[in-house]
Nanobody, 123 residues
Framework: QVQLVESGGGMVQAGDSLRLSCAAS????????MGWFRQAPGKEREIVAN????????YYADSVKGRFTISRDNAKDTVYLQMNSLKPGDTAVYYC????????????????WGQGTQVPVPS
């Protein structure tokens, strides 16, 4: 099992920046591709970003491309999501998860999930 704990969420003003962290424990963290998902009020959970286990390849949803950056520090068993130029549309609960197989943008391929951290961005 892998345990994931997100932190760094909180209310921010539009245009501001926030950095989320996801600390992993349990099974070796460095062997997993990692993803960030979010679920906005009244919407389905959606992919935000993904990073391979080596950190050499990243994927971003079109809605966040150019504003968000995913990174990881395997020595610290931690994955990060740097969020810049936040918009009210970014308001959601953000989750990190470990990817096992399948398309990196599909949540069903992720097997371990954190508890989520809220990011409200008032309009």
């Amino acid at each position: 099992q892998v345990q994931l704990v997100e932190s760094g969420g909180g209310m921010v003003q539009a245009g501001d920046s926030l950095r989320l962290s996801c600390a992993a424990s349990g099974r070796p963290f460095s062997r997993y591709s990692m993803g960030w998902f979010r679920q906005a009020p009244g919407k389905e959970r959606e992919i935000v970003a993904n990073i391979t286990w080596t950190g050499s390849s990243t994927y971003y949803a079109d809605s966040v491309k150019g504003r968000f950056t995913i990174s990881r520090d395997n020595a610290k068993d931690t994955v990060y999501l740097q969020m810049n130029s936040l918009k009210p549309g970014d308001t959601a609960v953000y989750y990190c998860a470990t990817h096992l197989r399948g398309p990196r943008s599909v949540s069903s391929g992720y097997v371990y999930w954190g508890q989520g951290t809220q990011v409200p961005v008032p309009s």
